[in-house]
Structures are given as structure tokens and as C-alpha cells.
């Protein structure tokens, strides 16, 4: 298996620019989670999906972040408009049962 | 809700000697616990997890943790270290309700091993 794929693994843009990161989890599961890891916050849960369906997006920072999964094999997380203090290591995650296997990373560079 | 505590943010150790990574968890329920690794701009990794019986697990490249329940701690532990295992290590928690739950993470710990 692949993996979890993540695309840009990198993303320089200004500030005011809209920015989506792409997500392609592994086959046959069930449940996808995106996070954000700073240096200040650590790893943060962001939001999380099961069977395409949004369950918890309490992670969410606020109204310029949103996620969605068309289907099964795809999710995007989307900031517009993107501020400076957006930059940071994005992961996504699937899993099917009890373990979360991660992407490698989208790194995001708001200017 | 659950949450974790990495006691120590950063371990310095010299190679081939042992390593303790401390990690305790609190929660109202019952628990799986993991340890994930982090090299330099990479994703994270799965060293092991417990789910339940046994409370010693084993895990890659040599890890093991032991669960300790009265203790609510989840230390992380190699006899030997190398060079090769430099990198920043999490430990997370997650309440068992029968699903795919979300994982708490702890602050994580950089372990550097030097020669």
C-alpha cells in the first residue's frame, strides 16, 4: 500500500491567498483526520471524518479554515483567506479501527 | 477527555546507552495508548500501541512501553540506543467508546543521541 499521500508536501504563498492541501488516504478506511503541528501548539486535531462525513471539527481555528471529503479516497482542507500565522506542518491520517497511520506533511508558508 | 503529559521535552543520551521516555495519561475511561516517532521532516510513525492484555509491548526498531494502569503512566524504553534514533517521540491517548477515536497527544520529547 501507498500509504497516506498528501499533496504539496510544500506551499509558499502570500498572505490573503487561498491555499488547499490535498489528502488521498489509505484504501478501505473509514475514518480520516487532519492535523496542525506547531512549534508554540504541538499537534492539534483539526477535524476528523468517518465515512466521508464530518464527525468533530471543534479543532477547527476558525471560519477561514474548512475541510470537506467528496468520497471516499479524497479530502481537501482549504484557508481562505490564509494569514501568516497559518504557517505550519499540515497532516492528514487514516485509519479503519484503532491505529492512525499519518501522511508526511504538507509544510505551509504564509508570507 | 483524555489527556497526556511528556514529562521531559528534550532527553540527551549517549549511543548504545539505555533510554526512558515518560509519558502519563489521564481519563475517565478506558484507554489505547501509542507511541509515534517523528524524524526530521517526516510524518509521523507508529512505534506500538496497547489495546489490551499483555502490559509490556513491544514495538519497532527495538521499543518497548509498559502500561502501568495504577500509575496511568505509558513509559517508553530501549535497552540500547543509536545514533539512527534521534528524533522527536509522542506519545497519545484515546478513550475507548468502540470507534476510531481521536487521538490526544502529548508535547512530544527529542531524544538525541550522541556518539
Not at chain 1, 501568516?84 to 508558508?109: E, H, I, K, N
Amino acid at each position: 500500500d501507498a500509504g497516506v499521500i498528501q499533496s504539496p508536501r510544500h506551499e509558499v504563498t502570500e498572505m490573503g491567498q487561498e491555499v488547499t492541501l490535498r489528502c488521498k488516504p489509505i484504501s478501505g478506511h473509514d475514518y480520516l483526520f487532519w492535523y496542525r503541528q506547531t512549534m508554540m501548539r504541538g499537534l492539534e486535531l483539526l477535524i476528523y471524518f468517518n465515512n466521508n462525513v464530518p464527525i468533530d471539527d471543534s479543532g477547527m481555528p476558525e471560519d477561514r479554515f474548512s475541510a470537506k471529503m467528496p468520497n471516499a479516497s479524497f479530502s481537501t482542507l482549504k484557508i481562505q483567506p490564509s494569514e501568516p500565522r497559518d504557517s505550519a506542518v499540515y497532516f492528514c491520517a487514516s485509519s479503519t479501527s484503532d491505529t492512525q497511520y499519518f501522511g508526511p506533511g504538507t509544510r505551509l508558508t504564509v508570507l | 477527555a483524555q489527556s497526556v503529559t511528556q514529562l521531559d521535552s528534550q532527553v540527551p543520551v549517549f549511543e548504545e546507552a539505555p533510554v526512558e521516555l515518560r509519558c502519563n495519561y489521564s481519563s475517565s475511561v478506558s484507554v489505547y495508548l501509542f507511541w509515534y516517532v517523528q524524524y526530521p521532516n517526516q510524518g509521523l510513525q507508529l512505534l506500538l500501541k496497547y489495546l489490551s492484555g499483555s502490559t509490556l509491548v513491544k514495538g519497532i526498531n527495538g521499543f518497548e512501553a509498559e502500561f502501568n494502569k495504577s500509575q496511568t503512566s505509558f513509559h517508553l524504553r530501549k535497552p540500547s540506543v543509536h545514533i539512527s534514533d534521534t528524533a522527536e517521540y509522542f506519545c497519545a491517548v484515546s478513550g475507548f467508546q468502540g470507534g476510531s477515536e481521536k487521538l490526544v497527544f502529548g508535547k512530544g520529547t527529542k531524544l538525541t543521541v550522541n556518539p
